[in-house]
C-alpha cells in the first residue's frame, strides 16, 4: 500500500525521531507496504527483546499494534488480558502488548512515545518475573 505524500512526511520525521533516541537500532520493514518498525531494547537488567510496531494504513490517526517480537526466553502464553497488559497473539504468533487505549489515541502521538510505552511494559515484565509482583503493581493504568 503506497502512502500519501502526507503520510510520507509524517514517517520521516518518525524516522528521524527513532533514531535520534534509538540509533543504530530500528529497522524499517517493508516501508513501502505493509510497514513494521523493530526497535532494540536493553532493558534495566540488560536483557535484549525486539518491539515491533505496525503501522496503520490510516497512520497516524489509528493505534498501532505493538508485539514483543524476540525475547531472551519465549513469551508467556497470555491472552487478552487486562492484568499483564496482553492482547493475545497476533497472527504472526508475537504477543501483542498493550501501549495505549484506543479511546486515547490521537495523531500527535509518536512512534517514540509508544516505544517507550512498550519499554515500560517489558521492564515491568522482568520486574514479574524476578517478584512473582503482577504487571499492574509495576504498570498500573496506562493511558
Request: glycine letters at 6%.
Amino acid at each position: 500500500m503506497p502512502w500519501t505524500p502526507d503520510q510520507r512526511q509524517r514517517l520521516a520525521v518518525e524516522k528521524d525521531i527513532l533514531e535520534k533516541y534509538f540509533p543504530g537500532k530500528v529497522e524499517w520493514v517493508d516501508p513501502t507496504g505493509n510497514t513494521k518498525v523493530d526497535v532494540t531494547m536493553i532493558t534495566n537488567s540488560n536483557q535484549t527483546y525486539c518491539l515491533r510496531l505496525y503501522v496503520p494504513r490510516d497512520f497516524p490517526n489509528s493505534l498501532p499494534i505493538m508485539v514483543v517480537r524476540s525475547s531472551p526466553s519465549p513469551m508467556p502464553s497470555w491472552g487478552n488480558n487486562a492484568a499483564t497488559h496482553t492482547l493475545g497473539r497476533n497472527r504472526e504468533g508475537f504477543l501483542v502488548i498493550c501501549h495505549y487505549r484506543t479511546e486515547h489515541w490521537n495523531s500527535e502521538h509518536t512512534f517514540y512515545e509508544t516505544f517507550m510505552k512498550g519499554r515500560l511494559w517489558l521492564e515491568a515484565y522482568e520486574g514479574h518475573l524476578s517478584t512473582d509482583e503482577t504487571m499492574d503493581s509495576f504498570l498500573g493504568h496506562m493511558n
